[in-house]
């Protein structure tokens, strides 16, 4: 069974900086585009960030353009996202996704992030 | 990178047929054939049931079917029953992004 296991939230003050990781196992990660989707508490899905099989195509949303970066290392079956500059509206549950077929179709458990002095 | 538009809740009682629809503009929901659909309940990671407008995940049952015109995409749940009470969430592809609708609240009465 597919698996995706995010680490890494944690209660960080405003401007401050954290980096996401998501571990894969039971497929070939490397075939795989990869996507980070984050819920605010109460709110409903955003979709952050995606890399390309290989990380060199990557695509963001406008409100964390020149602040996140995604990455991944495939000899670890790893997708990270190195977060800086934190609002308090960052504030939310960060999901690693995998991209199948123009979709997501295997889904972490996420992992909280907290921005807040 | 507006959000699409979706019903903030529908409901229906058990076996009824309920439809949610997911609006959005030529950019996005008119302009690819790659509307997705994910049901989340409540604490848990979203589920992809419907991919590519109309065809259904695996595993998912045949009671869920989507659907596009135009601009909007809907997802209809026939012979709705107590275990599809959740969150429901269109994606849409929009060029280099992609965005996600409000999201709806399905309530089984």
């Known amino acids: 069974e597919v698996q995706l296991v995010e680490a890494g939230g944690a209660l960080v003050q405003p401007g401050g900086s954290l980096r996401l990781s998501c571990a894969a196992s039971e497929f070939t990660f490397s075939r795989y585009w990869m996507t980070w989707v984050r819920q605010a508490p109460g709110k409903g899905l955003e979709w952050v960030a995606n890399i390309d099989q290989v990380g060199n195509e990557k695509h963001y949303v406008d409100s964390v353009k020149g602040r996140f970066t995604i990455s991944r290392d495939n000899a670890k079956n790893s997708l990270y996202l190195q977060m800086n500059s934190l609002r308090a509206e960052d504030t939310a549950v960060y999901y690693c996704?995998?991209?199948?077929?123009?979709?997501?179709?295997?889904w972490g458990q996420g992992t909280l992030v907290t921005v807040s002095s | 990178q507006s959000a699409l538009t979706q019903p903030r809740s529908v409901s229906g009682s058990p076996g009824q047929s309920v439809t949610i629809s997911c609006t959005g503009t030529s950019t996005d929901v008119g302009g690819y054939n790659f509307v997705s659909w994910y049901q989340q309940h409540p604490g848990k990671a979203p589920k992809l049931i419907i991919y590519e407008v109309s065809k259904r995940s695996s595993g998912v049952s045949d009671r869920f079917s989507g659907s596009k015109s135009g601009n909007t995409a809907s997802l209809t749940i026939s012979g709705v029953q107590a275990e599809d009470e959740a969150d429901y969430y269109c994606c849409s592809y929009a060029g280099s992004p992609w965005v996600f609708g409000g999201g709806t609240i399905l309530t089984v009465l």
């Open positions: 996704a995998r991209d199948w077929l123009w979709a997501r179709d295997y």
